[in-house]
């Protein structure tokens, strides 16, 4: 339920970027997401630049981040989910493993890859926190990987994207492997993203995956897991 807070920041943030429209802007915009959502036609510069004199929520919960998050979603435009998104990043200390369930309501709500994608790296930043004292954290992302939502399947699978040598190789490896029946196009290329990803700081072991699964893998993912491996 929003909150008065919510609402008062939400109308803010609907006043700092509705007069930035730009129906031109708009166009290719949506086209670029095949006309599956509305824009007001504002590129991310702009509009982050909008909204840097919002209030500070150091102090918000990460409910109540979520609330604010779930209500820019309700808003029919692009920006809106995108602002969701960077306000979750910005403040994922303040969210926790209570805050997953959540958040995967969102990955599920008017899906592609550009918020899901945001989100996944949301979903990371509280997991390589919360494993500093719980090393048995990504099993949820055991779960995601198995879910019905080919969009929840993909964080599971870039969850671990940036984490370097932090990475879980062997989990890492087994979700590529799990994945790999799969045909959707971004679910290959997710795959091949988090392997590419991962060869930055381990390129022999993926250079070996590759060479050991190559027939497994799909084209599209062994290309983008060797991309600079030469």
């Known amino acids: 339920m929003t909150t008065p807070a919510v609402a008062a920041l939400i109308l803010q943030i609907e006043a700092a970027l509705r007069p930035l429209v730009d129906a031109l802007q708009a166009v290719p915009m949506r086209a670029y997401m095949l006309d599956q959502f509305a824009f007001l036609g504002i590129r991310a510069t702009p509009r982050r630049q909008a ?3 919002l209030p500070r929520l150091n102090t918000w919960t990460g409910p109540e981040l979520l609330v604010l998050a ?3 979603w309700d808003l029919p435009e692009r920006e809106f989910h995108y602002v969701a998104v960077d306000l979750l990043a910005k403040h994922h200390r303040q969210l926790d493993l209570e805050s997953l369930p959540r958040l995967l309501q969102l990955v599920q709500r008017q899906s592609w890859w550009d918020t899901v994608d945001g989100l996944a790296g949301v ?3 509280i997991l390589l926190r919360a494993r500093a004292g719980q090393c048995d954290v990504q099993r949820h992302m055991d779960l995601w990987l198995s879910h019905s939502n080919l969009w929840v399947r993909r964080v599971a699978m ?8 932090q990475t879980d190789e062997a989990r890492l490896l087994r979700y590529a492997l799990t994945l790999a029946p799969e045909t959707d196009f971004f679910i290959r290329k997710a795959t091949g993203w988090a392997l590419r990803d991962h060869a930055r700081n381990r ?3 993926v250079r070996a995956f590759l060479s050991q699964h190559a ?10 897991a060797g991309r600079h491996l030469g």
Do not use: I, N, Y
Not at 158 to 165: C, F, I, M, S, V
Not at 215 to 224: A, K, V
């Open 51 to 53: 909204l840097r004199g």
């Open 70 to 72: 779930e209500a820019l």
């Open 123 to 125: 979903v990371g930043d």
């Open 158 to 165: 870039l969850h671990q994207l940036g984490w370097k040598a």
């Open 203 to 205: 390129p022999e072991a």
């Open 215 to 224: 027939q497994r893998l799909s084209g599209l993912t062994r290309r983008e």
